[in-house]
């Protein structure tokens, strides 16, 4: 088995449906019903990125597992997820600037994916770089509405991105050498990643945070204590009904 | 003098033809052909069709339900040996919609999309969208998403008429 690939495969699904997880407890939370449309949708969106990498990942395993396998059969240390995406969010500010920094990620990412060798990957990074552009344009609409609003919302949205901003550094940890050359580096995307949000972060008035980053190890399966939350509540169904379909 | 049997000839159409007429089920005005989902339909010397499908978004949740009336219509037309496999590439774009589905869409209050523009600038501008009830270029947009991952809402301020659009991806 192509053990580097699996795990780079499995990152970037885990990435998505872990975020796509977090956006929907924003379905009824949101502050306008719109606004719990528009999470749901990005959510699925994800989801969908996740479902067809899973089941790529089960394909170069070669084990037999299936997507749903993946999803819901594998606890919290087998996970590949950055932590950015794991962490619960209880302000709508933290899930904007959340989504900003991620969806950006996610579209220089992908973009560099769609023109790798591998059929699969590319097919769907070309798939997922029109969506989460998408998602960009959303969560940089929000950043600037809220970061040049009101006293308060400009507070809270500087407080976000605050709060997510150890976790950013996170994301571009460097490929695994032996994939180099074969699939989208996240260190090569860092720099234009991150101008894109600093251009965001500027027009909404906001500064960007001088912090240390956050310890890593979300790549190697190592967490917060969220995620297994996180899990229990997204496995709890399969788990407890193995093979229940309607 | 023939020796063609019956089933033969014009079956090859006759498939592709009833793969093309599937409604899709979140927009049933428009056909899977009108969106530019259908991607292939074959058959081969034993009556096995294949069909091929793209989704319109990665998360469509209605792939499933295509599926399944893709399988469906042409078992009741006689093919038993029916499967339906989803592609992701080349990618989906609202501009492979066809002429006659963006007329069906706008025919029934949807909003048609433009053509695709270059995605990704951070801060994009939105264009504006004719009203589909009375055509005005008066309008503005009231949520990003909409009932589907496919549309955007949009109110018109001539006509005073919430509609979907129809977003360019």
Redesign the interface.
């Known amino acids: 088995m192509d053990m580097p690939l699996f795990d780079y495969t499995v990152g970037l699904a885990d990435d998505a449906l872990v975020s796509a997880q977090r956006m929907g407890w924003w379905i009824s939370r949101a502050p306008e019903l719109?606004e719990d449309?528009?999470l749901?949708?990005?959510g699925?969106?994800?989801?969908?990125?996740a479902?067809?990498l899973l089941t790529y990942a089960g394909e170069l395993e070669g084990e037999g597992r299936t997507e749903d396998d993946l999803a819901y059969l594998r606890d919290d240390r087998e996970f590949r997820n950055v932590k950015l995406v794991e962490r619960p969010m209880t302000d709508f500010g933290v899930a904007m600037a959340r989504l900003l920094v991620f969806a950006?990620y996610q579209?220089h990412l992908y973009?560099a994916l769609a023109t790798c060798d591998d059929?699969t990957l590319?097919?769907?990074a070309?798939?997922?770089?029109?969506?989460v552009?998408?998602h960009?344009?959303?969560a940089?609409?929000w950043v600037?509405r809220l970061g040049d609003g009101t006293d308060e919302s400009h507070s809270r949205m500087q407080a976000a991105l605050d709060a997510e901003w150890p976790f950013v550094e996170e994301l571009f940890e460097p490929l695994d050498p032996v994939l180099v050359g074969r699939v989208a580096d996240p260190s090569a995307i860092r720099d234009p990643a991150l101008d894109?949000v600093r251009?965001?972060v500027a027009?909404a008035t906001l500064v960007v945070p001088e912090v240390s980053p956050a310890l890593a190890g979300g790549r190697q399966g190592l967490h917060t204590e969220h995620l297994g939350y996180l899990l229990a509540e997204m496995q709890h169904l399969h788990r407890s009904h193995p093979g229940a379909t309607w | 003098m023939s020796t063609r049997s019956l089933a033969e000839p014009a079956a090859i159409p006759r498939a592709r033809d009833i793969a093309a007429s599937i409604p899709d089920p979140e927009l049933p005005m428009v056909t899977i052909e009108d969106l530019g989902i259908l991607r292939d339909v074959t058959e081969d010397d034993q009556g096995r069709v294949h069909v091929t499908i793209t989704p319109t978004y990665s998360g469509c949740p209605a792939m499933e339900t295509i599926r399944h009336d893709i399988v469906t219509g042409l078992e009741l037309a006689g093919y038993q040996h029916v499967d339906v496999e989803f592609v992701l590439s080349p990618a989906w774009s609202t501009d492979d919609l066809t002429d006659e589905g963006r007329e069906k869409l706008a025919a029934a209050g949807i909003a048609p999309p433009g053509p695709v523009r270059d995605a990704g600038e951070p801060v994009p501008v939105t264009l504006s969208v004719r009203c589909p009830q009375c055509g005005s270029l008066d309008t503005r947009e009231s949520s990003r998403f909409g009932s589907t991952a496919c549309k955007s809402l949009w109110v018109c301020r001539a006509c005073r008429e919430p509609f979907d659009h129809f977003k360019a991806l």
Do not use: F, M
């Open positions: 719109e449309v528009a749901a949708n990005i699925l969106d994800q989801l969908g990125q479902r067809t950006t579209l973009r059929a590319s097919a769907v070309a798939k997922a770089v029109k969506e552009a998408y960009v344009d959303h940089a609409h600037v894109d251009r965001v027009e």
